[in-house]
């Protein structure tokens, strides 16, 4: 069974999976000349967003992780 601190660790993970994710395909979809909606354009804006906010959070607390058991050797 996890504890919490490995339950939160795994919630946190595929949050970052499920935003980056997103991050991915509103730029694949603008790379390859997606629709020209400008309401599909601003929603994409809007969700990129959100998840880009995410995304460097998780990255900095795997790093204070990494550096935490680096630390304890």
């Known amino acids: 069974m996890m504890n919490n ?3 939160s660790q795994a919630k946190s993970t595929g949050l970052y999976a499920k935003h ?3 991050l991915q395909a509103i730029a694949e979809r ?3 000349g997606g629709s020209a909606d400008v309401d599909l354009l601003l ?3 809007r969700r990129a967003m959100e998840s880009y906010e ?3 959070d998780r990255l900095h ?3 204070a992780e990494l550096n ?3 630390n304890r050797s």
Do not use: M
């Open 68 to 70: 935490a058991q680096i």
């Open 54 to 56: 995410i995304c460097p």
């Open 61 to 63: 607390a795997v790093q």
């Open 5 to 7: 601190s490995e339950n």
């Open 43 to 45: 929603e994409d804006t």
């Open 20 to 22: 980056y994710g997103i």
């Open 30 to 32: 603008l790379r390859s």
